[in-house]
Structure formats: structure tokens, C-alpha cells
């Protein structure tokens, strides 16, 4: 016995898979042992679970091979064995979509599904919906009708389950089975009660007033099932989120009463729908945080995750409704589940008083080598917010993130330490130092190359504006010393931009820069010397331009200019500004960064080659394919969302993109023809304006056919004004309308001249300037120098407070705030606004805006504002902007 015992024991612990080694071929090899006479009911059983598995796994089977195989397979219906008949219906369901000519073994899945076998006629109804299409369906429609209220549960189930998957492609057959699946609603098992829900569901998902009627009905008739009434509640509360009703909606009194039933599931999936409801005030989240509390102190581990985690995302949205719970979920931090008790610390760190964070923080240093990564990571995002509501408390918070970095974790973890220390940095001036001091230990045993990168760039731009900026030069140094490339690169432009920033360090940064220039790698070399030269010049424009804030151009449009000036050869130099501004991708993309604040860029470990390009690189493009557009010049700026010129349920749809360039504006009309009844020829949109602008150009669209969109441009010539740029434009849609046949689309007359009214368009001051971030306005300040600088004036009456001045003032001049002055510290009276952008032309341009309150926010805010740009009307042009 005790040998056995031995051997249980070894098993247990590492008795390995038996197909880990599968051989594709061996296997199909084996299948011909299905031809077998008589059938060995077992071994065919191991070479299914093969193939099964082998499927599972992802292992590719050629069309010809699982035809075979297929084929062989169906030998072995002459088998009455109960476990093998089941295992050729999971071969078949996994076939299906592999082998050719399946619909062969129609006939004996419906011979089972009609027998008296219980075991064979649920995943025989499975099996057989897997290999039917719309063709075949009606043939087996009525054997579905009556599967869906057999009076075996399985079977009911099984063919349930099996019409949400026909559903895909023959919504029409199935629709017929209403009736039926009413009748299941009915039954006794509470499985079936819930897949004949689902199905009812999906059937009418598409009529808002059947659903309803759905609602209303199986909410008064007590349901059976947990699972159905699960059901019901979420689609009670899509209706609720569709219609925008409120607590006053007798769907949510619905939902509310089910907070109430005897089942635990129920009781939180009501819960959990109430507290994700978009428009849900506190005194309608009151039941079901009380609920939730209850489940708190729950025996089961299920249930105090399930509330605990629902409390910790009601935290983030509703903290004051959460704070009842306090007691409850300081209970939970010594729960002997690890991920219960991480959950309710963070859902204390949101909820809890500056007061209680020194406490809480001892009790999370208790735990925290106990959790995972995953969780080390929810902690961390909870002290960031706590930053944010307690910034006094930075000190306690920063030394706990300190230590934190100092144990063992993943790179996903320690960069969430990382992004939290440096968010508090930035938003926290008094947490500066010891922020940086922090990151500065911890890149002395930084294992990942993203993120020393990352903290050289922080302390490049912060550092050298710190009160005591000599002290970062020994860490960063460091880095030139004994670190990889990409991490020297990055040192090298940090330091470069101590040197431009303090006088005073200038002479030994330039000592230490000399010293990389006979560096191993060639990007340490090229930026050593190009940051010595740049220095040695000592002039402050040059540093401004070139290192603290350095260019900002589309990568993708810079390659583009470059290419044109080599193909057209000329003694004018290549003028950067003829080259688009940098802005956001088109889509998410990883890719190498060069931005203004890194000079000549940071590298990053592992750079893409690939470069996305934005928005305008893509309208751009378009533009440069039109003849008629050659002679605009580059492309400055496209608006950044369309202008809706009409109404979405209008017959014709007509939105509007503005392209502006040095001296004209080009505007993109996308229309839509929803009538199919007619078809539109020569589309174009006619628009009038005063003098100070001309329409130079009009570009129809040739056809629009139903539902088929088109474009229709017009070029529109600037004033020669240069202060004059704001206009508005009255806009008429003109067409030829020729009626045609819906059905074949063909036009039946000549046709008549028509028009369509459009809303006006308006061009303001924010379409002639780009967003810039400098991330040194001071050094960008002094570089533009006080030549063309105006200031004046204005009250802003209107606005009653400070952070209403800022978001109205940054949205109206388009301009990028800049050194996080868009966030007006509470409880301030005053407050300085940075704004920096280029003017159409490529004319750097600064603003400087201060915000007083008037007698409290009675009498308006009272704004000075000073402008410099590089060009003079730029500058007259944003100052007056406001008035």
C-alpha cells in the first residue's frame, strides 16, 4: 500500500502528457483502423482524442487528409458503443469546416437525432447544425421545432444552443421557431429556460418595442432559472442605456426588485447593472452598494471578490457612495485571499481620508511580496490617484513607490512605478526632487532599456530646472559609462540639455559630451557631436531650437518633401517649413519617436522600421493626386474631425473636412445619397462668402449612386488681408437629380437641376495655427524675442471661473498648452496660461496668458495676454483673436 501510494503520489505531481508528441501523420496513419472489422470501440476512441487534440492545438490538416479521414470516420456509426458514437460527433463538429463533402453523414445525424437514444440525439443536433447551411436547413426544420420542446432537457438545450449558432447565417429560418422557443421559456430546467431566453432575445434584438414587451413580460411571470433572469437584467439595461431613461424607467424598477431574489447571482448581477449604469446618481446606487456590503462579509471567497471588485470600480466614478463600506473592507485586507484583500486596499485608497494613508500604506507593505504582478500594478494605479486627491501626501506615497521599486517584479509592473512617479513629478512641483532623486537610484540597476530611457528624457527636461540641477549629472554620466547604446544615447541628450539650460554647468557638460565623441556606437557619436557643436556656439535661439525643444515634423511628410526636392533639383535651399507639422497617428502604432524634447530623438530597445502615418500624411496624399490642387503649396492643416453640414437622417449627408495651405483653403465635402430611388450627377457645393474671400475652383463629384459615398472639393483663395482669416460660409449642395429603378439602380430620364441648403460653415482663427508641445516655453520665449510681441486686454465676462476661461480659450485659439498650465491649481484666484502653435506659413508662435477672477467670478475673469510669433500678422491676428 505504501508503493501505491508512492506511485499516486508521482503521478500527481508530473505525469507529463501523453500526446505531447504527436505525429500528424502517425496519427491520420492510425485512422485507418477504423476500416477494422469487427470495430474496437476503445482504440477508436484514443485515435478521436488524437485528432481532437492535435485540432485543438492549432496543428494544421490538409483539406485532402481530413477528407480521408473524415471519410473512414464514418465506419464507425456501425457502432452502438455509447463513448465512441459521442467522440465522432466532436470529430465531425471539429471537421466540418476542414474536410469536403461532410453533408454525407446528413442522413445518419438525423437518424440519431429522431432515435430513441437520450445520448445520441443532443450532440447529434449539435453535430448535425455544425455541417448544415441555409440550403439544408428546411429540410430538417420540423425535426428543430420539435427538438426545441422535447421533453428531454438535454435535447431541448442542445437544439436551443444549436439555433443562436444558425442564427448567423439564416436568420430568417430560424425566426420561424418563435413560437417554440416561447414554449421552452416555460420548462422546468433551468438551462433550458435560459438558452430559450437567449434565443428569444437574438430573435427580436432588432425590435426595441418586442424587446421591451420581453421585459415587461417575463419580469411579472417569476422565472425558474438564475441564469435567465441574469439574462433579463442585462437586457433590461441595454434597453435602459438605448432609450437614455432614468431610474424612473419600470425596467429599472425591475432591476431594483431583483436586488431582492433568493439567488446570490441574481442578487449581484443586479447589483453590478445598476452601479455600471452611465446616468446612475448616488441615491439610486445606495441599494446596491448596500447589497454589495453585504456580500463583503460573505463566507464564500466568490462573492467578497465579486462585491469587492464591483466596490473598487464604483470607487473610481462614486467614491463618497462607497466610503459606508469603509469598515467592511478594512475587515477584507486580511483576508486570507490575497486578491480580496489587494482589491479592497486599492478600493480604501480611493475612498479613504488623507487621514487614513499613512495606515493604509503600513498595512499594504504587509502584503505586497505575497501578490502577484498583476495585482502590485492595480495597487499602483490606486496611489497614483491618491496623488492626485492628496497631494500633500506625496512624501509618504513617493517612499513607498521608492521601495517598491526596489523588489523583484516584471518590466510591466516596474513601469507602472515608473509612469506613477512620473505623473506625481509633473503634476506635483514640492514632489520634483525626491521624484527624481528615486528615479535616479533606481536606473543605477535598471534592467530594461525602455524605461532608463524614459527617466534620462524625465530628468533631461526637469532637472535642469531644479534648484540644485548638478547633482543628476553623476547619475546620468553613469549611464555613458556602462550602459548599452540605446540608454548612452539617451544620456548624451540629457546632459546636452543641462549644458543648455545652466550657464553654469555648460563648461564640464562639454568636458563630459568631448568624451563620448570616440564612442563605439554611431548614434552616440553623431549626437556627442552635433550637441558640442550646437553648444560651442553659445547662442540661446540655437540651444532653444535644436535641443531643449528641437523640430516637430511629420517623419512620414518629411521623407515625402525630401523626395520631391531631390526629384526637382533647385539652388533654393530645402525650407523645413515646407514640411507638415507632427501630429497624432492615424492609428496606434509603436514606432520610433523623434520628438522635439529628446533633440535628436531617444532610441527606443527594439524601434520599428515602419513609421504611421497620420491623419493629414494621409490627406495629403489624397490632395496631391488632384491636378487641380498642384499649385497650393504644402499642406498645412486638416481639421481634425469632419463638420456635419446636415442632419444624419437627411436624404442627402454632407459632412465637411477643411484643408488650409499657405494661401488658400481647400474644402472636402463627403456626401452620401440615401435615397434609392435616385441618382445624382455633377455634385458640388456652391458657397458664398464677403469679399475678403474668393472661390477660385470648384471639383464636383461625378455620380452619387444609394448609399454610395462621394467627394466634391472647393478651393477657396485667403484675403490678401493677413489679418483678416475668420469667415463664414453659406453653403448650397447642387446636383442633377435623374430617377432610377431601386431595384437595378438604372436611371429612367435625363434628369433636372436641383439644390440642397447646407448650415454654414465657419473658419476661425484655430483653423491657421497647429498644436506644438514645447516642452521649454521659457527658452522658446526668449528665442522668438520681443520683436513682433503685442499684448492686451480683455474681459471675459462670461466665465465664471478660471478652468471655464482656460478649456474655452485653448479650444477658440487652437493652440497646445504647454508645461501642464491647462490644469488650474484649486483654490487659486490666478492663474498663467502657456500656449504655443505655428501659424499658416510655419511661424512659430507663443502665448502667454494671464487669468485674474473679477470680484470673486461675479464680474467674469479678466485675461492680459501677450503674443510673439515670427511674423507680425501672425501675432496681431491671435491677439485680437478673443476680442
Not at 472661390?695 to 464636383?700: N, T
Request: charged letters at 25%; hydrophobic letters at 40%.
Amino acid at each position: 500500500m505504501h508503493m501505491l501510494r508512492r506511485d499516486k503520489k508521482e503521478e500527481e505531481e508530473g505525469g507529463g502528457n501523453p500526446f505531447a508528441n504527436l505525429e500528424k501523420s502517425t496519427v491520420l496513419q492510425e485512422a485507418r483502423t477504423f476500416n477494422d472489422t469487427p470495430i474496437n470501440p476503445r482504440k477508436c476512441c484514443h485515435i478521436l482524442t488524437k485528432i481532437i487534440y492535435m485540432l485543438n492545438q492549432g496543428e494544421h490538416i490538409g483539406t485532402t487528409e481530413a477528407t480521408e479521414t473524415f471519410f473512414a470516420m464514418t465506419k464507425l456509426f456501425q457502432s452502438k458503443d455509447v463513448t465512441l458514437r459521442r467522440m465522432v460527433y466532436l470529430c465531425i463538429k471539429e471537421m466540418a469546416n476542414i474536410a469536403e463533402d461532410v453533408i454525407i453523414v446528413t442522413s445518419s445525424l438525423t437518424k440519431d437525432m429522431t432515435g430513441r437514444e437520450d445520448q445520441f440525439r443532443a450532440p447529434a443536433i449539435r453535430a448535425l447544425c455544425k455541417i448544415t447551411d441555409g440550403t439544408m436547413l428546411q429540410s430538417i426544420e420540423r425535426y428543430m421545432k420539435q427538438a426545441i420542446v422535447d421533453k428531454s432537457h438535454a435535447v431541448s438545450s442542445a437544439s436551443l444552443c444549436s439555433s443562436l449558432h444558425l442564427m448567423r447565417t439564416s436568420h430568417d429560418v430560424v425566426k420561424r421557431w418563435v413560437n417554440e422557443a416561447q414554449e421552452a421559456v416555460n420548462s422546468d430546467n433551468v438551462m433550458v429556460q435560459y438558452h430559450a431566453l437567449g434565443l428569444l432575445y437574438h430573435i427580436r434584438k432588432t425590435d426595441k418595442l418586442a424587446l421591451s414587451k420581453l421585459v415587461s413580460k417575463f419580469s411579472r411571470h417569476s422565472l425558474k432559472s438564475p441564469y435567465a433572469y441574469c439574462l433579463l437584467i442585462r437586457i433590461a439595461c441595454k434597453l435602459i442605456e438605448e432609450e437614455g431613461a432614468g431610474s424612473d424607467s419600470p425596467m429599472f424598477e425591475f432591476i431594483e426588485s431583483c436586488l431582492r431574489h433568493k439567488s446570490e447571482m441574481v442578487i449581484y448581477e443586479a447589483a453590478h447593472a445598476i452601479v455600471s449604469m452611465k446616468h446612475t446618481t448616488a441615491k439610486e446606487l445606495a441599494p446596491a452598494v448596500s447589497v454589495l456590503q453585504l456580500f463583503c462579509s460573505s463566507p464564500k471567497p466568490t462573492l467578497r471578490f465579486a462585491a469587492v471588485r464591483t466596490l473598487n470600480k464604483v470607487a473610481m466614478k462614486h467614491p463618497a457612495a462607497v466610503t459606508a463600506c469603509n469598515l467592511d473592507l478594512e475587515n477584507l485586507i486580511t483576508d486570507v485571499n490575497r486578491s480580496i484583500a489587494t482589491l479592497a486596499i486599492t478600493t480604501l485608497l480611493k475612498t479613504g481620508s488623507e487621514s487614513s494613508v499613512d495606515r493604509l500604506m503600513k498595512q499594504i507593505s504587509s502584503f505586497m511580496s505575497e501578490i502577484s504582478d498583476e495585482f502590485k500594478i492595480v495597487v499602483v494605479d490606486a496611489i497614483r490617484a491618491l496623488c492626485l486627491k492628496f497631494p500633500r501626501k506625496h512624501g509618504v506615497m513617493m517612499n513607498f513607490l521608492s521601495s517598491m521599486l526596489r523588489d523583484e517584479g516584471g518590466y510591466d509592473y516596474k513601469k507602472a512605478i515608473v509612469d506613477t512617479i512620473i505623473s506625481i513629478v509633473e503634476d506635483n512641483p514640492e514632489a520634483k526632487e525626491s521624484g527624481l532623486s528615486h528615479l535616479c537610484e533606481f536606473i543605477e540597476d535598471c534592467e530594461h532599456t525602455v524605461l532608463a530611457t524614459r527617466i534620462l528624457h524625465l530628468l533631461g527636461r526637469e532637472g535642469p530646472r531644479t534648484l540644485n540641477p548638478y547633482k543628476y549629472i553623476r547619475f546620468i554620466y553613469n549611464r555613458v559609462i556602462l550602459e548599452n547604446a540605446a540608454v548612452r544615447a539617451a544620456a548624451v541628450t540629457a546632459l546636452a540639455k543641462f549644458g543648455a539650460h545652466c550657464e553654469g554647468l555648460l563648461p564640464s557638460v562639454l568636458v563630459l559630451l568631448r568624451r563620448s565623441l570616440l564612442d563605439t556606437d554611431d548614434e552616440v557619436r553623431d549626437r556627442a557631436t552635433f550637441y558640442l557643436n550646437v553648444l560651442e556656439e553659445l547662442q540661446m535661439a540655437l540651444n532653444s531650437a535644436y535641443i531643449l525643444n528641437g523640430l516637430q515634423v511629420s517623419v512620414v511628410g518629411l521623407e515625402r518633401s525630401l523626395h520631391n526636392y531631390t526629384l526637382d533639383p533647385s539652388e533654393t535651399p530645402f525650407d523645413m517649413k515646407t514640411v507638415p507639422l507632427a501630429t497624432q497617428p492615424i492609428t496606434e502604432q509603436k514606432t520610433v519617436s523623434v520628438t522635439p524634447s529628446m533633440g535628436l530623438g531617444d532610441i527606443s530597445a527594439k524601434p520599428q522600421e515602419k513609421v504611421a502615418a497620420t491623419r493629414q500624411d494621409i490627406y495629403a496624399e489624397q490632395l496631391a493626386q488632384i491636378p487641380e490642387f498642384a499649385g497650393l503649396g504644402p499642406l498645412f492643416k486638416s481639421s481634425s474631425a469632419p463638420v456635419e453640414l446636415t442632419e444624419s437622417e437627411t436624404e442627402y449627408v454632407v459632412q465637411c473636412i477643411k484643408h488650409t495651405f499657405q494661401d488658400y483653403i481647400v474644402f472636402q465635402f463627403d456626401c452620401m445619397n440615401t435615397l434609392n430611388d435616385q441618382i445624382l450627377e455633377n455634385v458640388k457645393v456652391n458657397m458664398e462668402t464677403s469679399d475678403d474671400f474668393e472661390v477660385v475652383r470648384y471639383i464636383p463629384a461625378p455620380c452619387l449612386k444609394y448609399n454610395v459615398s462621394g467627394t466634391a472639393y472647393t478651393c477657396v483663395k485667403l484675403s490678401d488681408d493677413a489679418t483678416l482669416v475668420a469667415g463664414t460660409f453659406s453653403c448650397t449642395l447642387k446636383f442633377t437629380v435623374k430617377d432610377c429603378d431601386p431595384a437595378t439602380g438604372e436611371p429612367d430620364d435625363e434628369g433636372y437641376e436641383d439644390e440642397y441648403v447646407l448650415e454654414d460653415i465657419e473658419v476661425t482663427v484655430s483653423d491657421h495655427v497647429q498644436k506644438v508641445m514645447k516642452p521649454n516655453f521659457g527658452a522658446s520665449w526668449e528665442e522668438i524675442g520681443p520683436e513682433n510681441e503685442l499684448e492686451d486686454t480683455y474681459a471675459l465676462s462670461s466665465m465664471k471661473t478660471l478652468d471655464e476661461a482656460v478649456k474655452n480659450i485653448i479650444q477658440f485659439m487652437g493652440l497646445q498648452p504647454c508645461e501642464r498650465t491647462d490644469k488650474v491649481p484649486e483654490g487659486k484666484n490666478s492663474h498663467t496660461l502657456l500656449l504655443a502653435g505655428v501659424y499658416r506659413g510655419g511661424y512659430d508662435t507663443l502665448v502667454r496668458a494671464k487669468l485674474a477672477l473679477s470680484d470673486g467670478g461675479n464680474n467674469g475673469v479678466t485675461m492680459q495676454i501677450t503674443v510673439r510669433s515670427m511674423d507680425s500678422a501672425a501675432s496681431e491676428v491671435i491677439a485680437s483673436a478673443v476680442g
